[in-house]
């Protein structure tokens, strides 16, 4: 049976009745989050892989039915499916990678933003979303370069993007024999970025401690003929660690033909707290700066930037298509979108940030890193004084590394495979000093001291089975 002609398409999330259309289906949605996640139970689905693929096959059936079977229908079973099989970085004990829960503000903020689908290509797809994109780009990359004249940001999918850009500006700088120094520490983005821009393969310099050391990096750039980028990282993915930048930034000023460019996707916003910013001195000296909002900044992903102290620098992404800033348009005074991203259709996902930033406030924003980067250091004190555990070190952010003090390495990874069968914990791995460490990525402002107990207490029972 065919729909007839006058059935009515279905509603709109946009227009003057738009929210009227969306009002009902987010009560089935929230609805369907808190029923999910009261299936699941913990921080992410037990079974492993083939049971939770089971389940979403037996729940959802036909992708593609003959009939559909109406909003309220699909939006219950896919969201209840998908909540029931997250791996949710909201519970406590899912600390397994740079991955947080977002702030309900900015999940808020990003329903809007789906819901007007702005594109930020052209102007005329997105008036007020460029101009909220451009206020805080520049808001943000002052924060990095207070004392230069002209500082500003792309927005980017991450910190992959970030330091891909980052590269492709260096590139088009320098030409194509560019040099790409970088830590063995460095984000796998960095070398994999040199090969999709057809430049040498990069150097890596060994980090034997887990930060570049200014000699090893002395010696590279010693043995480096033509120009260099050396990409420096403040908050490496395994530890967390911060490379010493101002020391980095002094030899690359001595080199002559070296730039600089950090990672800080995950350590750039130390440098709003008080407490944590000398950790990152030296943010200002780079030629490009990689930040990374979905991790200490709480935002739905994607919520990336790549930040330079003159926006002149970001000139060489210019691009030109008639359709989407045509040159009179452009000089009659209608803002050129195309040169803020190698991406055409774009979505706005400064609102987001941006309503962030604008509900809590620097203090607020601060309070959350600094009381993040707090239990961090709390749960390195309960392992370090427990018999039963070793850490690798006190943590530089809010990773900790650890390990039971009699599991070989065979058993380690065998453990945090368990925990994650058996939706008990989501722990990651990290290979240090030639061993392997469980990695707590602890990313949860709401995370409680019973919390950290009741983790150590469910890794002390796992390691007596």
């Not at 520490?185 to 040199?194: D, L, Q, T």
């Not at 195309?338 to 309503?355: E, Q, Y």
């Not at 009699?406 to 065998?414: G, K």
């Amino acid at each position: 049976m065919t729909a007839s002609p006058r059935t009515p398409p279905p509603p709109l999330a946009g227009g003057a009745h738009g929210a009227d259309a969306l009002r009902p289906l987010l009560g089935t949605v929230l609805d369907a989050l808190r029923t999910g996640a009261a299936q699941r139970r913990g921080p992410l689905p037990a079974g492993g892989p083939d049971a939770v693929t089971a389940r979403v096959r037996a729940a959802l059936g036909d992708m593609l039915p003959a009939h559909g079977t109406g909003d309220h229908e699909a939006l219950r079973t896919l969201v209840h499916t998908l909540a029931a099989g997250a791996a949710d970085p909201a519970e406590p004990l899912c600390a397994a990678h740079l991955h947080c829960p977002p702030l309900a503000v900015a999940a808020a903020a990003d329903l809007a933003a789906s819901t007007l689908n702005p594109s930020l290509d052209s102007w005329d797809q997105a008036p007020a979303a460029s101009a909220v994109e451009a206020l805080l780009t520049r808001t943000l990359a002052a924060e990095f370069h207070p004392r230069a004249p002209r500082p500003d940001a792309l927005v980017t999918t991450g910190g992959t993007e970030a330091n891909q850009l980052a590269l492709l500006l260096a590139r088009e700088r320098h030409g194509p024999a560019l040099t790409v120094l970088h830590g063995a520490n460095a984000h796998h983005s960095v070398p994999r970025a040199a090969w999709l821009l057809g430049l040498p393969p990069a150097v890596p310099v060994p980090t034997p401690t887990g930060t570049l050391h200014p000699a090893d990096l002395a010696e590279a750039l010693a043995a480096t003929r033509g120009p260099v980028l050396v990409t420096a990282t403040a908050g490496t993915t395994d530890a967390g660690l911060i490379d010493p930048l101002p020391d980095i930034a002094a030899l690359c000023d001595r080199h002559g033909s070296a730039e600089l460019h950090i990672d800080a996707a995950y350590g750039g916003l130390l440098a709003l707290s008080p407490r944590h910013r000398a950790k990152v001195t030296g943010l200002d000296r780079a030629r490009s700066l990689t930040v990374d909002l979905h991790k200490l900044g709480w935002q739905p992903v994607a919520a990336g930037l790549l930040v330079v102290p003159d926006t002149t620098l970001l000139d060489p992404l210019a691009h030109q298509a008639d359709y989407l800033n045509a040159t009179d348009d452009t000089e009659a005074g209608l803002p050129d979108l195309l040169g803020r991203s190698l991406r055409t259709t774009r979505r706005p996902d400064a609102l987001k940030i941006a309503a962030t930033l604008r509900s809590l406030g620097r203090d607020g924003l601060v309070r959350l890193i600094d009381r993040t980067c707090a239990l961090a250091q709390n749960l390195a004190r309960l392992l370090d004084a427990h018999p039963r555990f070793e850490i690798h070190a006190a943590p530089a952010i809010s990773t900790v590394l650890f390990r039971p003090t009699h599991a070989d390495d065979e058993q380690l990874a065998a453990l945090r495979r368990t925990l994650l069968h058996e939706g008990r914990a989501v722990l990651g791995r990290a290979h240090a000093d030639g061993r392997l460490w469980l990695k707590a990525t602890l990313l949860n402002p709401h995370t409680t001291a019973g919390d950290l107990d009741t983790l150590v207490a469910l890794l002390e029972g796992s390691t007596h089975r």
